[in-house]
């Protein structure tokens, strides 16, 4: 009995010792086959009398071996792709069945029906198989023992057995959460296609083989167009449906050599090894092609028409790494947005100058808006008929020591981008108000005063509670100010710039469409919106006294403003003959050379004292 004991005591010890160098191995991050194969090896040192193999078991219930280092090759090999069912051999059944099976004579036993001829000229007369489950009833694998002779297992094997299967459910389930975490670090969790850390080794790899075979690649960036509207309007469950569609279109019109990522977002990067510039735009008319056909969604009849803005540029040209080559792909891409979307567009050098140029721009503004080195200017408004002084106009003014005068289409542009522009709108508020209530402190009749607001603004700030505030500081009355907002922001179906208006309109601020004519005019929203005002585009103005067509503009445009009680302010006025032209028509105001300048402060005051009262 002692020496039953010890040998059992001892079959423990070498089971521990093997179980300890498995773990080991997993502790350690090898490849689950390596594992598996030390697994086999150790069993088989073990157990001479046994030959060892590990099947896996994929989601459709196909086996491949996975380790078996004693078995013939030729009979693993015929194993792969196999599928298991209820009389497929010991392994293929066990799996099926989701419990061992022990076949002690393969040559009889009618699991192994399909399969005897195979293993029977190979030496192989029984074998015990378990199935290896993760969960309650996923089988992800069989270990299976397999005898030279008809036989059923010694304790000692079903001992190593089950100490085996739980080394391969350790194994497996490692395996499983390193795939995971592998899938976290390298896939985008949406459409499974790389991410930016996955890109950056692949680029890396890319680039590095062109360089050094001086052979040419290419880098697409894709920005899908208003993919925003998508997630705002049907929610960012449909908007990841979306985005899973179209990397599968996208991935469909690229080579296997290529490479597509998904940076975040609606974001995506083509790496092309082997394309030159010319060859890059072709892939990009593909995969503006491949979007072509609506994208259906899921629970729904309803489909959505998807667009994509292309930047392009080539290696080395436009870049000797990821980083550069990104950097140039998204300027390129924004001349693509800028050209109307839907388009491609090659990354040109002279682009790189100009978001240099507007880069220096937006940090020499910011240093002028920090250090009180911007000015107004204002522009007299005055009535048609008397040319009596009705308000001024604020205008932003910017006078850098390096640049000079800025004109303003070239720093308002730059702060629209930048988001410096409600800073700076604020800024020309507040010290519009303030400069009105001076000049009435002064004795200086200005009877009102109007500031351009942008419709960025309306969208983030409080604009209504800022001119409330403004004019109870100043001790001013509502009228006396009055917002101009261009055709853009009349138009915008959203609550929040529409109540900001609405509040204005309460308030007694008046409400100035700037530009009118020039944009998107509609009669509608004229109607339902609290406007007061009309401001004649001077593009109308410029030719009045020589094109009819510009005669009969203007007219309508007056027209529609006196048949709505709304004052109509015609711009750019600058000979007395435009004067005349508009004055006939109905027009009640004007801005222009002919009246005045913008000028200065001071400069503005020197002008209206002469038409002051008294």
Request: overall charge negative.
């Amino acid at each position: 009995m002692r020496e039953q004991h010890a040998t059992r005591s001892d079959e423990q010890a070498v089971i521990d010792h093997l179980q300890r160098n498995v773990l080991e191995a997993v502790a350690l991050g090898r490849p689950l086959a390596a594992v598996m194969d030390l697994l086999c090896r150790g069993v088989e040192t073990l157990a001479p009398e046994v030959i060892c193999s590990v099947l896996a078991v994929d989601a459709d219930g196909h086996v491949h071996p996975l380790a078996a280092p004693s078995l013939p090759a030729a009979f693993s090999a015929a194993l792969e792709g196999f599928s298991i069912g209820p009389q497929a051999g010991s392994c293929g059944t066990a799996a099926w069945r989701r419990e061992p099976v022990e076949v002690t004579d393969i040559a009889s036993d009618p699991l192994w029906a399909d399969f005897r001829a195979l293993a029977l000229p190979h030496g192989l007369a029984a074998c015990w198989s378990t199935p290896i489950l993760l969960g309650a009833d996923q089988v992800v694998a069989t270990f299976a023992l397999y005898y030279r002779e008809p036989r059923g297992a010694a304790p000692f094997h079903r001992r190593m057995v089950q100490a085996c299967a739980q080394l391969c459910q350790i194994a497996f389930m490692h395996d499983r959460h390193q795939r995971e975490i592998e899938r976290l670090a390298y896939f985008d969790g949406v459409t499974g296609l790389p991410n930016r850390t996955l890109l950056a080794d692949r680029a890396r790899q890319t680039l590095l083989l062109a360089s050094r075979t001086d052979a040419p690649a290419a880098l697409l960036l894709l920005d899908i167009d208003r993919f925003k509207t998508v997630n705002d309007s049907l929610g960012h469950a449909v908007g990841d449906q979306v985005l899973k569609h179209i990397s599968g279109r996208l991935l469909g019109a690229l080579r296997d050599s290529d490479s597509l990522a998904r940076l975040g977002g609606d974001e995506f990067v083509a790496l092309l090894p082997g394309c030159n510039a010319e060859d890059a735009m072709h892939v990009a008319d593909k995969l503006r092609a491949a979007l072509e056909a609506p994208i259906p969604l899921d629970g729904s009849h309803a489909r959505v028409q998807m667009t994509a803005s292309i930047g392009v540029c080539a290696f080395p040209k436009d870049g000797q790494d990821l980083d550069q080559l990104l950097k140039n792909a998204d300027i390129a891409m924004y001349e693509a947005k800028r050209a109307g979307r839907d388009c491609a567009r090659f990354f040109l050098h002279a682009m790189n100058q100009a978001l240099d140029e507007r880069l220096d721009i937006e940090a020499a503004l910011r240093h002028a808006l920090s250090h009180r080195q911007l000015q107004l200017h204002f522009q007299p408004k005055v009535r048609l008929s008397d040319r009596r002084l009705v308000g001024v106009e604020a205008l932003l003014r910017w006078h850098d020591a390096e640049r000079g005068w800025v004109p303003p289409d070239r720093f308002i542009p730059v702060a629209e981008e930048s988001g410096l522009i409600n800073a700076l709108d604020a800024w020309v508020l507040e010290q519009g108000c303030a400069q009105l209530a001076a000049w009435r402190a002064q004795g200086v009749d200005v009877p009102g005063l109007s500031v351009n607001v942008s419709p960025q603004r309306f969208h983030q700030d409080d604009v209504a509670a800022h001119a409330r505030a403004l004019i109870a500081r100043h001790g001013l009355a509502a009228a006396d100010l009055t917002l101009e907002v261009t055709e853009r922001l009349m138009l915008d179906d959203t609550s929040r710039p529409r109540e900001q208006l609405q509040q204005l309109h309460e308030m007694g601020v008046g409400v100035s469409v700037d530009d009118f004519g020039t944009g998107y005019s509609s009669l509608s929203y004229l109607k339902r919106l609290p406007v007061t005002e009309l401001k004649l585009d001077k593009s109308f103005v410029r030719d009045l006294e020589h094109d009819a067509d510009d005669r009969a503009l203007s007219s309508a445009v007056i027209g529609i403003g006196r048949s709505l009680g709304l004052v109509v302010v015609a711009e750019g006025v600058e000979t007395d003959g435009q004067r005349e032209i508009l004055l006939a028509m109905g027009c009640d105001a004007a801005q222009g050379w002919l009246f005045g300048r913008p000028m200065a402060a001071e400069a503005l005051a020197e002008w209206a004292a002469p038409r002051a009262p008294g």
